[in-house]
Nanobody
């Protein structure tokens, strides 16, 4: 049974930083691309960042480029999202997801999802 468990969310002031973690189990983590998505109130879920299976290829939404960094530790079955220079518009529930293709750049390819962690950025 695949489980993805996010942690690290919370309340932070604008300009601050948070690091999200997603611990995976029940899958061959090193074969999966991993991604982060978010959903703000009354909005559709949107892509944030992704890492290929090896971590050599990463992808970012334009809205977070230069501020967020995705990384992974295949030995720990964990993917991270370092979020710097946070803005109120980054407020959302953040989800990690796993893509069995290993590539990561196609959101419809993500098969497994975590329960999400809330990030709130105050102005």
């Amino acid at each position: 049974q695949v489980q993805l468990v996010e942690s690290g969310g919370g309340l932070v002031q604008a300009g601050g930083s948070l690091r999200l973690s997603c611990a995976a189990s029940g899958l061959t983590f090193s074969s999966y691309a991993m991604g982060w998505f978010r959903q703000a109130p009354r909005k559709e879920r949107e892509f944030v960042a992704a890492s290929s299976w090896s971590g050599c290829s990463t992808y970012y939404a334009d809205s977070v480029k230069g501020r967020f960094t995705i990384s992974r530790d295949n030995a720990k079955n964990t993917v991270y999202l370092q979020m710097n220079s946070l803005k109120p518009e980054d407020t959302a529930v953040y989800y990690c997801a796993a893509d069995p293709s290993g590539l990561g750049y196609s959101p419809p390819s993500y098969d497994y999802w975590g329960q999400g962690t809330q990030v709130t950025v105050s102005s």
